[in-house]
Structure formats: structure tokens, C-alpha cells
């Protein structure tokens, strides 16, 4: 825990990520840092996302450290940082993506989980390319927890839509399709189209009714293992629009049917057991909500995550 040496409330002080050190050149043995990409160009429907780092700045500082289950701190045995946010180019899209994947990239290639918190998903296109290029000559999987499918090879005639990432992850030349999972499709914004390029490369999705039918537990395990195989690294993204618009209201695409909070932790705490070696969570927009509870649930979602991957490093 890192409450605020100052004043008896929790928000005070400059903000940080779970009020950890504002690093931009993480100190050697930090093993986590936390960037923010405010970008939310791309959209096919609403914005808001590029306010998604602040406002998880803010939420984090409500969150302690401690474990009271496995009865560890998360940051004594996962140093970490805000290393800040990505300098975004409004209107280059690719200039903006090549920052991103830089960034990843010399994270990884220090041996730091790098964590980036968008912005949209198409923030996506940049970390996923960036944690493969750490990986050159070897082997990537890639997994999505995310409503969409995101195959679209581009949108309005940019690939850097926010509905291309799975689409440009497939595409990358150390990522088979093979080891491309999408976890969570729902609702009517996934096209016809978008499932036949799916097919096309040998990707495997999981709807919410299979998810239901086969319980998150089997089914998770299942994905993880499939992104897995083979490889030599997991990338993981979280879309935060993949949990039911009642308890992830502020985001760019809310739908309903999807994950419960409950259940979003579950799948938090089975992708950290998975060993990623960069994540992203993304698509937090927090002017469509007045509670706040999108951005909170967004940092429950990133410290069960790191709890899990955590004990299973004590393991
Ligand atoms: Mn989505």
C-alpha cells in the first residue's frame, strides 16, 4: 500500500498508478510498469477512452496492495511504476503506434512486464507489434477478453481503427492465428465478415453462451492453452467492454450479456496465473458514468491479475 504521505484522504497528491513511483525510466529490478496511452482515434462509435489513464489514476488510489487471501503485497513481490503516459501524436495514428510499440518493446527487452492502460483499443495495434518485436525469432500468442472480434483488417479505410487489433495481431509475423483467441464475443456489432476472417485465420473464439454452457474455469483453460501453444511468450488485452454494461457502463461500446464483475475477476485471476509477459487494458471512457465504477473495476481487474501472476512466481 501506498496511501498518500499526506493528509488523512486518499485522494490527494499527484496521482499515480496505485500511487506507485512515477518512473519514465523504471529503476533496474522494477518488474511492472504502468503506462498510459490517451488515445482514442479510430472509433467507428463514441469517445472518451484517451481520458481512461487519468481516470485510472485517480480510481488506483483507492486500491492497497495487500492480498488479505494469499497474505502477500503485490508490489513487494512485483516492484512496479508509472513510467507515464506515451506522448500520443493527435492525427498519426501511425507515428502514435510506433511510439507505443517502441516503448513495449524496450520495456520487455529490459525484462519489465510492461502494463498499458488505454485508451481505445486500438492502442492495441501498437503494444501487441511492440511486445512481438521483443520476441523477434520466436513464437507470440495472443489473447483478447473482449465483446468483439476486432478482425477488421480496417475501418473507414485506416487499419488503425479500434476494430482492427485482433485483425493486425494475426497479422504479425512471429503471431501464428493458430495462437490468436478471442474470449467473450457477444451482442450485434460482430459482423459476418469479422467471423469469416476469423476463420480464415484459424483463430478460435468463445461466445458467451459456449463460455456459460462450459463455465468460465474449463473454458479459460482451454483458451489460455490454445494461445499458449507453442509459444514463447502470452500477450493478453482486457477490453473492458467484454463485462456487461451494468458493471462497465463507461466505455466507448457498453453492451449487455456480458461478464459480471464477479466474473471478470475470476477472469482476472486465470490470465495472471498465465504468465503474460505485456498485457494492455483498455477502453475505460469515465464521462459516460458518474460512479466511477468502470475505472474501479478496471484496477480490481489489473491487481488480480498481478496477484495471480505473483503467487504463481511463489509457487
Ligand atoms: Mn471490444
Redesign the pocket.
Known amino acids: 500500500m501506498r496511501y498518500p504521505e499526506a493528509g488523512g484522504v486518499l485522494h490527494t497528491g499527484p496521482a499515480t498508478f496505485f500511487g506507485l513511483p512515477y518512473e519514465t525510466t523504471p529503476a533496474e529490478g522494477t518488474r511492472i510498469a504502468f503506462v498510459g496511452v490517451p488515445w482514442d482515434e479510430g472509433n467507428g462509435g463514441r469517445n472518451g477512452a484517451n481520458y481512461g489513464p487519468r481516470a485510472l489514476r485517480d480510481a488506483s488510489n483507492w486500491f492497497t496492495s495487500y492480498d488479505y487471501r494469499r497474505k502477500i503485497d503485490v508490489w513487494d513481490c512485483l516492484p512496479a511504476v508509472d513510467a507515464g503516459d506515451i506522448s500520443v501524436v493527435p492525427g498519426d495514428p501511425a507515428q502514435t503506434m510506433e511510439r507505443v510499440s517502441a516503448s513495449v518493446e524496450a520495456l520487455c527487452r529490459q525484462g519489465i512486464i510492461p502494463y498499458f492502460i488505454g485508451g481505445n483499443?486500438a492502442i492495441t495495434i501498437g503494444t501487441a507489434a511492440g511486445a512481438a518485436r521483443a520476441l523477434a525469432g520466436k513464437k507470440m500468442g495472443y489473447l483478447s477478453i473482449?465483446?468483439?472480434l476486432?478482425t477488421a483488417p480496417g475501418w473507414g479505410g485506416s487499419p488503425f481503427a479500434s476494430g482492427c487489433p485482433t485483425n493486425r495481431a494475426a497479422n504479425l509475423p512471429n503471431v501464428d492465428g493458430k495462437n490468436v483467441v478471442v474470449y467473450g464475443i457477444h451482442g450485434w456489432l460482430n459482423a459476418r465478415e469479422h467471423f469469416d476472417i476469423a476463420d480464415e485465420f484459424g483463430m478460435r473464439w468463445y461466445g458467451v453462451e459456449e463460455i456459460r454452457e462450459r463455465g468460465i474455469a474449463e473454458s479459460l483453460a482451454e483458451a489460455i492453452a490454445i494461445a499458449r501453444k507453442d509459444v514463447d511468450g502470452l500477450y493478453i488485452t482486457f477490453?473492458m467492454?467484454a463485462i456487461d454494461s451494468s458493471s462497465a457502463p463507461g466505455g466507448g461500446?457498453p453492451e449487455a450479456d456480458g461478464f459480471t464483475g464477479r466474473e471478470a475477476i475470476q477472469i482476472a485471476r486465470m490470465l495472471g496465473a498465465a504468465r503474460p509477459f505485456a498485457l494492455d487494458i483498455v477502453?475505460i471512457a469515465p464521462m459516460y458514468e458518474l460512479s466511477g465504477a468502470t475505472p474501479r473495476l478496471s484496477c480490481n481487474i489489473i491487481m488480480e491479475t498481478l496477484a495471480a501472476l505473483a503467487a504463481s512466481e511463489l509457487t
Open positions: 483499443h473482449d465483446t468483439h476486432d477490453d467492454d461500446t477502453e
